[in-house]
């Protein structure tokens, strides 16, 4: 990098004349600092004075960054906000003239409304199915999906929701109209009425423009079709506009982010300058290189998201691959890693772990406590302070005179409280599944070493971990899910639990856009790492128990041939050489072409009518659970049951896809069916 402080391609985006300039800047490439200095260069050559300048970020803590550095540019009175900060500010002044009287209260938080909405149609009022509500209601209206057209909208994309959508929808119209009576307004609202305001206010409009000249988008890669609408009723007809994004980071379009946007600008603006910034100076080579051969290998990638980023730091470690024989085991190894890490001297705040499910923290809390190291949880609360934990260790507590076998006690007392043989449909329903199933491996692992105990003695190895995992509050080793990890850095970085399964997530799998995401998750993760990157998965959830999983499809390609763990679980759940194609030979890349054993271009031997036989009872199971036909079994598993037609458990097993609780629930009815063909 030059004295300035840019390397070539950054100024080249500080420099560009007036927008609109699209900035595509991967992960460590520097992006705040090249649009803090496009803000002070614009200001400092005089085309826009800094309180004509409106940048929107997608955190206030990024925005308070932004203007931190701005006044070290020697530029105050940038407006720097998030998109709803800057349209409350914009609508509190604007109310008098577009609504009149006072500006209704703004709800903090949308819960007890939504609540009232569920109760009046006897839908589910408990904690997470209202939750689910209202993460449905966030998502529609950032997708300008009214409730009317939710029904069809949903379908139409194949969502996970939360229960029929029609019910979905009512409860959807039920929120509105009770906080339209009561005269309230929540988050998206203020978007909405902000774009509202200036679309059909000429006045309005015209002021705000006169007000605001220029515009920054940061994370555009993220934005929703309601914060793209606040964006362009903002620009009217103009286009000094500058954005800066990286689609390969677009991990949130569960709640209505599109990359779509970011993608489409130089279409949109055709005399559009475009920068990509590709010099990474986060990450080590290793790291980069790792990173680079992971998103290459996504499916579907538009021109606009491939960037290759190019290490600049000094050469590093290669990132470490390691498989376990379980989950515990895999805890206790990284716990054991990171104290060496911290007595040869590397800071406890400069590591972390990162996972796909909040619920795999617990197993980390655990043993970081037993290696006497601090942590911290970021974005989610200890596992022992959930509220659905509490509530289970409160039942089982209360079923504390039981003496039928542990696992089964447990599984019986937990159903009330949320427990299902599968896991249900709604993010924050499926969060309190995962952390009370997490309670049943516990009791599992509590078994194992103790094949007597009962519901008794459980409560009190819960009681004391929970005791244990309640130290003061510290500067330590960071545990997060990949989402919270988002935009933050660490010197080393733990990827664990990469088993396909949980990353991809199993609700993911028959959907391309899905996998596609979730190997963005993971690419996220990635280039978290500045010096240090270790990646982990385990065979089996508890010591002793089946090898039946495999490690995360993803990973397929980055591990060295000449690496240990280069070999990959077989089929029978030893080790042993990587796969190849029954029929042609070559080795099989992608779990769809791992289930069939053949690669996708190979000839099919099929059974056609089985396969009809397997999707028509695959149907009758999804409606009577209510669920998406995927959540079964996907397509791809259902064509490889019916080319490799099983006879027995240990056969059907054997197929990607089907694991221990899915070969319990479906395998009588499948073997079944082959049977008959």
Partial sequence: MRDSGLDDEQRAAVTAPRGPVCVLAGAGTGKTRTITRRIAHLVSTGHVAPGQVLAVTFTARAAGEMRTRLRTLGVSGVQARTFHAASLRQLRYFWPRVVGGDQWQLLEGKLRIVG??????????????????AGEIEWAKACLVTPDAYPA??????????????????????????????????????????????????????????????????????????????????????????????????????????PRHLLDFPRRFPEAVVVRLQRDYRSTPQVVSCANTLIGAARGRAAGSRLALVGQLPPGPEPDFTEYDDEPAEAAAVAGQIRRLVDDGTPAGEIAVLFRINAQSQAYEQALTEAGVPFQVRGGERFFSRPEVRRAMSALRMAGGRTDPLVDAVREVLAPVGLTHEPPGGAAQRAQWESLLAIVELAE?????????????????????????????VQGVTLASLHAAKGLEWDVVF??????????????????????EERRLLYVGVTRARRRLALSWALTRQPGGARKRRRSR??????????????????????????????CGAPLLGIDALKMRRCGDCPSDVDTELLDRLRGWRAEEAREQQVPAYVVFTDATLTAIAEHRPTDSAALVSIPGIGARKLDRYGPAVLALVSDA
């Fill in 495 to 516: 990827l664990v639990g990469l088993a396909d399964g949980t990353l991809p997530i199993q609700h993911a799998d028959g959907d391309d856009a899905a996998i596609e």
């Fill in 153 to 258: 909208e949903v379908a139409r994309r194949s969502r996970d929701i939360p229960g029929p959508a029609e019910q979905v929808a009512a409860v959807y119209a039920g929120y509105e109209a009770l906080k339209n009576r009561a005269e309230m307004l929540d988050f998206d609202d203020l978007l909405l009425h902000t774009a509202a305001a200036l679309e059909e206010h000429a006045d309005v409009a015209e002021e705000f423009r006169d007000r605001y000249r220029c515009f920054v988008v940061d994370e555009y890669q993220d934005v929703t079709p309601l914060q793209q609408r606040v964006l362009d009723a903002w620009l009217g007809e103009r286009d000094d506009l500058t954005v800066v994004g990286d689609a390969n980071q677009t991990i949130y379009t569960f709640a209505g982010a599109t």
């Fill in 445 to 473: 692992q509590l078994v194992a070493d103790e094949p007597d105990a009962d519901v008794r003695r459980f409560c009190t190895e819960l009681d004391v971990r929970a005791d244990a995992a309640h130290p003061p509050a």
């Fill in 116 to 133: 009232q909405a569920a109760a009046r149609l006897k839908a589910g009022t408990d904690a997470a199915s209202l939750r689910d509500f």
């Fill in 554 to 583: 993803f990973l397929h390609g980055l591990i060295p041939d000449t690496h240990p763990a280069s070999r990959i679980a077989a089929v029978s759940g030893g080790t042993g050489t990587k796969p190849r194609c029954r029929v």
